[in-house]
């Protein structure tokens, strides 16, 4: 019997990743151009030779256009994703690793930074008509300022950055709207390219892996060998980089195929709905929403949907813990 | 203590709420070109002359306060900064939004709030009853999976997590080529509430609305429910592990008994943060649903208030949306410690 489980297991792993390896392949094979649309065979049934897979109101090709489809996700999506997922793991691991206390700095460059911000706001005109020169003068003024500052006992004792704080409150700002209207309003305010939709994306997503980054590294934080190599002396980043990463990366790395399912899902939505990306990327859900204008043609919902729903089956089924 | 309480429940939403509208609100004022809508308008009016379209367009953004700066300070390269007062856009907008005046469309001239009420008669029973329909459904299909049979149990978690991968769009257009299709099974309409129609006595009403809201509102459930029973049903399966439940047991209770009385209270406190989100997210939700079955609620009027970069409208139905988020999370932590005492605010 455990046998058996088992064998089903691997098997549905590895139709789950034949069937994003032939995605990928897809995507790869498809041409980027834009084909001409057949205007003799508009709205046209599946498994009819020229177009096995029907044709859409418009004319265009339903399989052509699954193809290039496949090519947005993996130009948009995964992108977005692994962004989201960089993001978030970075804020996380900072938060949990420094909470609000860990992170101190002294005095003396608290100092010069905020003296650097001021200059900066204060200088603005001539930051304007001479860059280079009054850039270069505020760092070394504000840098001086620092190092003298730093002589003394009173610079160099610490005050703490409340880092955690700072992005729980970021947190809960960006958890304030759902993340399809948030999305929609700003795509709303200006078209994004298809660049501009993997930022806003990764900068709307990033909550959720951030969150389970934090809790992932509050948790490893207190282990004994964390400890041991603070005690060593370790500086900050090599205890992060060499003692705590190596324990929490999976978590991440578990998350990256929920990641992508949730941003082609979000994607696609945009896209049916005419909001994301410009009109002339193609995408599944742009395919989909054909069914608006020939209400009849089943087609045109079946394959993008059946593709949509076996990719994101099948990045479920990869993100399931290996047993 | 009391005042941090305080400022975590109550204060830290409504700071990131505002927050979160102003930024919005500051985008769309700053990033898109003020006299678009206007020379919209204008230039479908061809007998107006070039400098007289200059000057109307001047009188049309005095009227709607377009002409002032943006905010209380503003940045010129060659002036550099100045304190503009209380007299810009971000400031009247804010004292006008405390006032619940939302503002007037750019497309229609109408109130926003006007428009926004007209669309909650819409989607505030698609939104209701699909939360409380998938509430329900919650509820009794997580607790029906544990009195029935293990394999049978294991099939429906397999075939929910199937339903979890389709997104919300598809299901909707799925359940509309199925039964709203007149070559296939044309059981209901696939668009509109039928409230045009004249002919309908005043009790005839409620049925017919519910039989044009039934595939909205099927779709919305369908895609709302799968989270729910998966995590209730993985809570139940560890609070039935517990020694209280061996308790009841012994004491004679029934398999049912023990789930409802027993355990479901404390395994519904997981659950609690997801239903907080649930009528938020319907309301995203509705986006969708609306636009495809084109029915004049919520959801189709931000899309097409971002279709059309109506921004006014826009904005209010943000504000109507953060605002039901906060509520929503303070009602779940009234919840929560109505359901566990031993939780402390």
């Known amino acids: 019997m455990k046998q058996m489980q088992r064998f089903c297991q691997n098997w549905h792993r590895a139709l789950a990743l034949f069937w994003l390896t032939s995605v990928v392949v897809a995507a790869l094979l498809a041409t980027s151009t834009v084909l001409v649309p057949d205007l003799l065979h508009t709205a046209s049934p599946p498994f009819l030779s020229p177009h096995w897979l029907g044709t859409d109101p418009q004319g265009f090709d339903v399989a052509y256009a699954l193809l290039q489809g496949a090519r947005t996700i993996l130009y948009v999506s995964i992108p977005a994703a692994a962004l989201t997922l960089l993001l978030g793991g970075a804020l996380g691991s900072a938060a949990g690793y420094w909470s609000n206390t860990g992170l101190r700095v002294a005095r003396s460059w608290w100092i010069a930074s905020g003296l650097l911000v001021a200059g900066c706001i204060g200088l603005a005109t001539q930051l304007y008509a001479a860059f280079l020169v009054t850039s270069g003068s505020l760092l070394t003024g504000c840098g001086l300022i620092g190092w003298l500052l730093h002589q003394s006992t009173w610079g160099r004792r610490p005050w703490a950055f409340p880092i955690d704080a700072l992005i729980a409150g970021l947190i809960v700002l960006l958890d304030s709207i759902p993340l399809l209207v948030l999305v929609l309003v700003v795509a709303a305010i200006q078209q994004p390219s298809a660049g501009g939709l993997v930022l806003l994306m990764t900068l709307t997503c990033w909550t959720t892996p951030a969150r389970l980054m934090r809790a992932a590294t509050l948790r490893t934080r207190e282990l004994a060998h964390v400890e041991a190599a603070r005690a060593a002396g370790l500086s900050d980043w090599q205890v992060l980089r060499r003692h705590i990463w190596p324990l929490t990366w999976p978590v991440v790395m578990l998350r990256l195929p929920l990641t992508i399912a949730l941003l082609i899902g979000l994607e696609t939505t945009l896209s049916f709905l005419g909001v994301g990306l410009p009109p002339e990327t193609p995408s599944w859900g742009r395919l989909l929403a054909g069914i608006r204008q020939s209400p009849a043609a089943w087609w045109l919902i079946l394959w993008p949907g059946a593709a949509l729903v076996l990719t994101t089956l099948s990045l479920h089924q990869l993100s399931r813990k290996k047993q | ?345």
């Open chain 2, 1 to 345: 203590m009391k005042a941090r309480t305080a400022w975590r429940y109550l204060g830290r939403p409504i700071v990131a709420a505002w927050l979160v509208v102003s930024i919005l609100f500051l985008l769309t004022r700053a990033v898109s070109n003020n006299t678009s809508f206007i020379q919209a308008t204008l230039e479908a009016d061809s007998r107006l002359q070039l400098a007289e379209r200059e000057q109307l367009t001047q009188q049309l953004l005095h009227r709607s306060g377009l002409d002032r700066p943006l905010f209380y300070v503003s940045f010129h390269p060659i002036t550099g900064w100045q304190w503009q007062g209380i007299h810009n856009q971000y400031h009247a907008w804010a004292s006008r939004l405390l006032h619940a005046d939302l503002g007037l469309s750019y497309r229609s001239q109408n109130p926003v709030s006007e428009l926004l009420v007209e669309a909650l008669r819409y989607t505030l029973p698609l939104t209701v009853l699909a939360a409380l329909l998938s509430l329900g459904l919650g509820l009794g299909v997580a607790t029906g999976l544990h009195l029935t049979s293990p394999p049978r149990r294991t099939a429906v978690l397999t075939a929910l997590q199937a339903l979890q991968a389709a997104p919300l769009f598809l299901i909707a257009t799925g359940l509309l080529l199925l039964f709203a299709n007149p070559d296939f099974l044309d059981w209901f309409p696939s668009f509109g509430l039928g409230t045009e129609e004249e002919t309908t006595a005043w009790w005839q009403l409620p049925g017919r609305q519910l039989y044009y809201l039934a595939l909205p509102v099927f779709s919305l459930v369908l895609v709302s429910t799968p989270p729910l029973i998966i995590q209730l049903d993985g809570a139940l399966q560890q609070e039935l592990q517990q020694l209280y439940v061996v308790t009841a047991r012994a004491k004679g209770a029934s398999q049912r008994q023990v789930i409802w009385r027993h355990a479901l209270r404390n395994a519904f406190l997981p659950t609690l943060t997801l239903l907080s989100e649930l009528l938020p997210n319907l309301v995203a939700g509705a986006v969708v649903v609306e636009v495809l079955f084109a029915l004049p609620g919520m959801g189709r009027l931000l899309a097409e208030a971002a279709a059309t970069q109506d921004h006014p409208v826009l904005l209010g139905g943000v504000v109507l949306i953060v605002v039901t988020r906060v509520v929503a999370q303070l009602l779940a932590d009234g919840a929560y410690r109505l359901a566990d005492p031993r939780i402390r605010l």
